[in-house]
């Protein structure tokens, strides 16, 4: 573990990394059609009530210092939770990677390889991640923090590059369908928040514990700051009826860039960019979804699952007949899979292994005192 | 029989078959012709020396096999001291020992009948006398040969007593000669070399405009001698080793002690100790002998000719190897950031030098990536192209007939060849090879239809971009890395290109030198003291690289030039 330990900035640039993939495919778009011109409202509104609840889960986790979500369940439930925990999240992590490497190379075919089937695609994906994943996570954390600054840098110049191409009115109505659906049905956008669920299990790999907080807080903020960026260019670039059709909104808000006759067409040096964070989000997702695997199966050398991990992200990958099946699946399942798993699941069981906790405590202490 | 054959056998000679000359040297592969030889396992094997002359005579006769060995010399002769005479033998190589020393300080006082030989006073020297009840107590010191040898008779600076045969003959294989004289368990050895070598040049692959033109020779003490000349101070220590069942090649593993880092030190030495290998003849054996594993084959220990440079990582905290008969010295820990830094960097202004820096920064990607961009961008991402810059591509391949990988090999591997061949050839003929290769070959490959004229830009490019990588391995690896990202760039174009490089990203990272990330400084992103690429101005550069752990954190009082606040 002693090599796997990762410094804060590189625990933010991962957390960060996990909002930033899942805008690269459909999320924005997903978001704008469940809350329309109201979108950017909302999210500073969900966005806020994320950062409250990732507070909340790092006030209950410094309450286990060092610890997981699986070894809290273990405190909680003994193995059997510990096991159960374990399964779900695992589960979580290769549906939603699998989900998105499915619906990110079936835009990387309809865009630059029509004629090759996806399985190879996919397999392409795969074959990279067997052989990053025999490295150390500090390793791959490494070059997440190269990675994040270039996505960073490549939405930021989509957005100043496509300023000419705004149209500000697209804002309005500011509340788009409704407060109700703004704030209420609005909600369902938490699912954005994905990367929270990636807080569960950072305080073992933290270098420095003690900046648990600003790790936590700071990737939120960020990924929220992220999103709006994301939303607004494609709010600003798209009427409604036009973003309801893009594969990949921010793709095709790339292809919108000129400078002058030279620059032309530099989406694919975007997509350069967004391959190497699919990429790496794929790599990290599956180094620690082994080492949960590891933990809770007390296997010596989590290594020879690398391929048993990979194969298994192909195969889910591949259980949707067609991309409709998995553009649902990552539009709607996906958001409601956050919500249920990360936000509700992972809160309850803080929230129980705590009062735990003070029980034992508080039974303690009256023992003391009778003593 | 034939008149024809008659007149054939009786003129003509046939071989025959039987006494044909058909040298073999190993029939079968899997039947081993001799047992395993004992040797460079010896070296454990400490025989002390004997008293008698003649045992040890035969005994170094046949470690020397004196009888088929021609450049062993054994010199019998007779050693006068204090009016006795001895039967003593030296033992040298011819050709690697000073004739004249031999001569003038050592045979002849050893053979002369001088006053100091034939002084035949008391042997025992009184050396404190005391009375008690009239009976005399004296102190008396007896008259010690050996001591008497080296400090009366032989004028020598270097002269050691060794007591076993493995340093005598350790000795006189590096070029001194033994001295074994009769009745003496121990043998003299005396240092007379005096072989020939080369001086010292300019630096031939290190070239630099504002530094010192001095490079390391193949003599570690020359070497040796030129850091000491640059370090200029007395913590600057120079451990030997040995390393080379059967060569014993000295090494030398130089720290400034109080400044370089302990553990780095002990591994340098702990790697070094714990080698069997029969021989080590450069330092380059060594450096992938005592390298961390790496996937990529990335060059994990600087190597470098300029003694300036070893003197400048030596004043960092680092440790430098010699290795004698290598004009190179090893430094470690080498990080990524080093093999894209030349000496002149810290001789020129900051701007200057960081602007060089970018420089070969982009000359390392395009030396690595270029050629397979190209060839994903021209397969797969034509749009990215302006349609003007695409017409004129596609009107330069429109008379190739080769697809455009085949195109782009051709010419690769020709230029490897190229390459190759210019360093092969006599120097007179090297450039003329390179006209003749890159001029006149390629423009016969346009216009015979055979590469198009942008290839040979795209090519020419990455080959001057390899050239501006300051440090031969790491232009070496990239160069053959390159040939991985030509063919992802032409399977599956960015895609491949992007899995690729991430792949060797993630390798790279998990690299170690000693201990060291090979790539801190550039990732993780934080802030580790005097391990930035680029160069802060003279100023501002207080701390000794973090990841040393020097014992010593500054190189630099925080206000260096303290002139200005006079």
Not at chain 1, 142 to 148: A, E
Not at chain 1, 329 to 354: K, N, P, T, W
Not at chain 2, 129 to 134: D, G, P
Not at chain 2, 417 to 441: D, F, N
Request: charged share 15%; glycine share 6%.
């Amino acid at each position: 573990m002693e090599n796997s330990k990762i410094s804060a900035a590189e625990a933010i640039s991962i957390v960060f990394g996990i909002f930033v993939t899942y805008t690269l495919v459909a999320l924005p778009k997903s978001m704008l059609e469940s809350t329309k011109t109201a979108t950017l409202i909302n999210i500073i509104y969900v966005g806020i009530i994320a950062l409250f609840i990732t507070f909340l889960i790092y006030k209950l986790l410094i309450k286990f210092p060092g610890d997981d979500i699986v070894d809290i369940a273990e405190y909680l439930g003994g193995k059997p939770l510990k096991v159960f925990i374990g399964i779900i999240f695992i589960f979580y992590f290769l549906f939603s990677s699998s989900i998105l490497l499915r619906n990110f190379c079936e835009c990387l075919k309809i865009v630059y390889y029509p004629m090759t089937s996806l399985i190879f695609i996919i397999l392409a994906f795969l074959i990279a991640i067997c052989v990053t994943l025999h490295h150390r996570f500090s390793s791959i954390a490494k070059v997440n923090l190269l990675i994040i600054p270039l996505v960073v840098i490549s939405i930021i110049f989509l957005f100043i590059a496509n300023i000419e191409n705004f149209s500000f009115d697209n804002i309005f109505p500011i509340f788009g369908d409704g407060l109700f659906n703004t704030f209420i049905t609005g909600l369902g956008n938490l699912g954005a928040f994905g990367g929270i669920t990636l807080l569960y299990f950072l305080p073992p790999y933290l270098k420095e514990p003690q900046k648990m907080k600003k790790v936590y807080l700071t990737s939120v903020i960020l990924g929220t700051i992220y999103i709006i960026l994301c939303v607004s260019i494609i709010l600003f670039m798209f009427v409604s009826l036009m973003y309801t059709n893009q594969i990949m909104p921010l793709y095709s808000a790339a292809r919108h860039i000129e400078f002058g006759n030279f620059f032309q067409r530099l989406e694919s040096i975007f997509l350069l960019i967004w391959i190497l964070q699919m990429v790496c989000y794929l790599c990290i997702i599956s180094k620690i979804s082994m080492s949960t695997f590891k933990k809770i199966t007390n296997i010596r050398d989590e290594k020879p699952m690398i391929f048993v991990f990979a194969l298994l992200i192909f195969a889910i990958s591949l259980l949707p007949k067609n991309y409709a099946i998995s553009k649902f699946i990552e539009d709607y399942i996906y958001h409601y899979m956050v919500i249920i798993v990360s936000i509700f699941l992972g809160v309850f069981l803080l929230i129980l292994a705590y009062l735990k906790k003070r029980k034992k405590k508080e039974l303690n202490t009256n023992h003391e005192q009778s003593i | 029989m034939h008149i024809k054959d008659l007149f054939s056998s009786l003129f003509t000679y046939t071989p025959d078959d039987k006494q044909t000359y058909n040298f073999n040297l190993i029939e079968d592969p899997n039947t081993k012709a001799y047992t395993d030889s004992n040797l460079g396992k010896e070296g454990n094997d400490k025989t002390k020396i004997f008293p008698s002359l003649t045992v040890n005579l035969d005994y170094l006769k046949s470690k020397y096999n004196l009888l088929i060995n021609s450049d062993i010399i054994f010199r019998e002769f007779v050693l006068n001291a204090r009016g006795k005479q001895y039967n003593a033998l030296l033992i040298f190589i011819d050709g690697m020992i000073n004739t004249e020393i031999m001569n003038e300080f050592i045979l002849e006082p050893l053979m002369m009948r001088n006053k100091n030989n034939l002084y035949e006073g008391s042997q025992n020297r009184v050396i404190s006398e005391a009375v008690a009840n009239n009976i005399t107590v004296r102190k008396v010191k007896k008259f010690n040969l050996p001591n008497f040898i080296s400090s009366c008779l032989i004028p020598q600076n270097a002269i050691k007593q060794v007591s076993t045969f493995e340093d005598s003959i350790s000795g006189i294989n590096s070029g001194n000669c033994a001295l074994f004289v009769d009745t003496l368990n121990l043998a003299f050895d005396i240092e007379v070399k005096g072989f020939q070598q080369r001086g010292i040049e300019k630096p031939s692959n290190e070239i630099v405009i504002k530094g010192p033109h001095e490079a390391f020779v193949e003599n570690i003490r020359t070497n040796t001698s030129l850091i000491r000349r640059f370090v200029n101070n007395e913590n600057l220590v120079i451990e030997n080793l040995s390393v080379g069942n059967i060569t014993k090649t000295k090494c030398g593993v130089c720290y400034i002690s109080g400044l370089a880092n302990e553990d780095l030190i002990a591994e340098v030495k702990f790697r070094m100790n714990n080698l069997d290998v029969d021989s080590l003849l450069s330092a380059g054996q060594l450096e992938q002998l005592i390298s961390d594993s790496s996937n990529l084959n990335i060059p994990q220990l600087i190597s470098s000719e300029r003694p300036d440079k070893a003197a400048s990582y030596l004043l960092d905290g680092r440790v430098i190897i010699l290795v004698n008969g290598s004009p190179y010295a090893l430094i470690t820990p080498g990080i990524l950031s080093d093999f894209l830094s030349s000496p002149d960097d810290k001789n020129q202004k900051t701007l200057f030098s960081d602007f060089t820096k970018i420089i070969r920064l982009i000359a390392a990607f395009i030396t690595l990536l270029l050629p397979g961009l190209y060839v994903a961008i021209t397969s797969f991402h034509h749009e990215i192209l302006p349609t003007e810059l695409l017409f004129s591509i596609l009107a330069s391949r429109a008379n190739v007939p080769f697809p455009i990988i085949f195109e782009l090999l051709v010419l690769e591997i020709s230029f490897e060849l190229i390459r190759e061949a210019g360093l092969r050839v006599p120097s007179p003929i090297g450039p003329t090879i390179g006209i003749v290769g890159a001029l006149v070959m390629g423009q016969a490959a346009v216009s015979a239809g055979i590469v198009s004229p942008i290839l040979i830009i795209i090519v020419a490019i990455t080959a001057t971009a390899s050239f501006a990588i300051p440090d031969y391995a790491f232009g070496f690896h990239l160069r053959v890395y390159r040939f991985v990202f030509i063919f992802l760039g032409y399977l599956c174009g960015f895609l491949g290109i992007a899995l690729g490089f991430f792949v060797y990203m993630i390798a790279m990272c998990d690299s170690k030198s000693f201990g060291v990330p090979y790539t801190i400084g550039i990732s993780p992103l934080e802030h580790v003291k005097g391990t930035s690429y680029y160069l802060p101005p003279i100023w501002k550069r207080e701390y000794r690289p973090g990841f040393l752990n020097s014992r010593k954190e500054t190189k630099q009082g925080h206000i260096s030039m303290k002139w200005k606040n006079r």
